[in-house]
């Protein structure tokens, strides 16, 4: 695939994606769900209202589930109640041999290939992931057919991998 040109625009549905994807994979999330769910049957033990296992279970299934759709609303509704300038926006995202751009009405960013993590893909998105918390989201929508799709994914990796091969350009030989 030759270096791709992208353009697209970021909805919420498409930061929905995303805040789905980060919380479902957040270990932050995960240790306060395991550690309430446990504080609860704990606590309901050693009150005597759940000695049998089955009740016991089943107290700890529903707080851990309740647990997790708390997250999953809350956390997407905090987000979009604070402004989201760049929802809407027109973005065109150029590939180039060392790093990549995005731009918009607001900025242009220039990233390093090296600097992205991992690939992910989402229901309907490839991540381009610079940390745990932050990507570059790109829609499915803006390929013309799945083999475009899956053709620009190889492409991101082949770059991020010949990136991370490179060395360093601030290391220096011994001697």
Same mark, same amino acid.
């Given at each position: ?5 992208? +353009? ?64 999953? /609303? ?7 109640? +604070? ?20 731009? *918009? ?5 220039? /990233?390093?290939? *090296? ?15 610079? *940390?745990?918390?932050?990507? /570059? ?16 994914? +190889? ?15 601030? *290391?220096?030989?011994?001697?």
């Amino acid at each position: 695939m030759s270096q791709p040109t992208l +353009r697209y625009q970021l909805g919420r549905i498409d930061l929905l994606d995303w805040l789905v994807s980060y919380i479902v994979r957040s270990p932050f999330l995960w240790a306060v769900t395991v550690a309430l769910t446990g504080y609860r049957c704990w606590t309901l033990f050693r009150d005597g209202l759940a000695q049998s296992a089955p009740l016991l279970a089943f107290h700890g299934s529903l707080t851990f589930f309740g647990i997790w759709a708390s997250f999953l /609303v809350l956390i997407p509704l905090l987000t979009f109640l +604070r402004p989201q300038p760049a929802l809407g926006l027109e973005v065109v995202f150029q590939a180039h041999p060392d790093h990549f751009t995005t731009e *918009s009405k607001l900025a242009r960013n220039e /990233v390093r290939w *090296s600097t992205i993590r991992r690939i992910r893909n989402g229901w309907g998105h490839v991540f381009l992931c610079i *940390s745990a918390n932050q990507a /570059v989201i790109i829609p499915f929508r803006c390929f013309a057919q799945p083999g475009d799709r899956e053709a620009f994914t +190889r492409f991101c990796q082949e770059r991020i991998q010949s990136a991370s091969a490179q060395p360093s350009a601030t *290391s220096t030989p011994s001697s």
